[in-house]
């Protein structure tokens, strides 16, 4: 009767955690309807911007444009973006294992001479680097705290501030980008330098700048960079919401599974119970 007891108990401790998930996915999904709206409103904006960026950062302003300076990748810096919470699948180890991909592979050569450098956004990449022993320059976990535009430009701003210093030459993004509830495509691209379009798509569109090639590049490009870096961290929270969605989905489906299973289980050894004690008292009349 003590085994019945332990899987009665079992079975009551799972479906605590069936109630448990069911509510984080129900919260999960409202939390995505709200992400998702941002970046789908956010995304045809950030990337005609990026293209626009891109055109004129490959024409003749160039030569002006400090963004766009093309120089010996000798010192790069890494920026994941990952969630201050878990239980959303491997919606943060993916990016933790990109960047351990990127400095094992294409920056093998700088990481070995010590010149691959963090900037962390979010508690999980950010306890993870620096528990390795990585060098982290800044964390910004807070920033989840609040996501919007005003809180975003001062941290975009200290990237652009160290290319533009010459502290770092390249610096790239790692994130999830979001494609819808179910899947999260892995995005690790070069926010810094901006990229130039290569031969086969190079750009025949001819811009006319008003009031000034100057006053573009001025403005223009880092106000753009800095709205890349926003679609980012939009694209982000979207692909946690509904990587953590799927996530409870799941685990609730299994713990529905799980509770069918135990009280199949229960039913076989309470049977089994119940007809041993009436060959006990059967063998029990006949000694009589």
Request: glycine share 4%.
């Amino acid at each position: 009767m003590a085994n019945l007891k332990e899987i009665r108990i079992r079975i009551t401790s799972v479906e605590s955690t069936k109630q448990i998930t069911s509510a984080m996915k129900l919260v999960a999904a409202s939390k995505l309807k709200r992400a998702q709206d941002a970046i789908t409103t956010m995304r045809p904006y950030a990337e005609k911007l990026g293209e626009i960026l891109q055109d004129i950062s490959s024409g003749n302003a160039n030569e002006d444009n400090v963004y766009g300076e093309q120089r010996d990748a000798d010192k790069v810096l890494l920026v994941p973006i990952s969630s201050n919470r878990g239980l959303c699948g491997a919606f943060n180890a993916n990016v933790i294992k990109k960047c351990a991909y990127l400095i094992n592979n294409d920056y093998k050569s700088q990481h070995a001479k010590g010149d691959v450098h963090f900037f962390t956004v979010g508690k999980k990449v950010s306890e993870h680097f620096t528990k390795h022993g990585f060098t982290v320059i800044e964390s910004h976990d807070d920033i989840w705290d609040n996501l919007a535009w005003e809180n975003v430009i001062p941290v975009a701003e200290v990237l652009l501030n160290t290319f533009k210093e010459g502290d770092y030459d390249r610096i790239d993004l790692v994130y999830n980008e979001f494609v819808n509830a179910a899947t999260q495509r892995l995005n690790a691209e070069q926010f810094l330098p901006v990229a130039e379009i290569d031969a086969e798509g190079e750009s025949n569109k001819d811009y006319i700048m008003e009031p000034s090639s100057d006053v573009i590049i001025g403005e223009l490009i880092p106000k753009t960079l800095k709205t890349q870096f926003y679609k980012a961290l939009l694209d982000s929270v979207a692909s946690e919401h509904g990587a953590r969605m799927t996530a409870m989905h799941q685990a609730t489906d299994n713990a529905d599974a799980l509770v069918k299973d135990l009280k199949l289980t229960y039913n076989k050894a309470r049977q089994t119970a119940i007809t041993n004690e009436i060959i006990e008292i059967v063998s029990g009349a006949d000694a009589m």
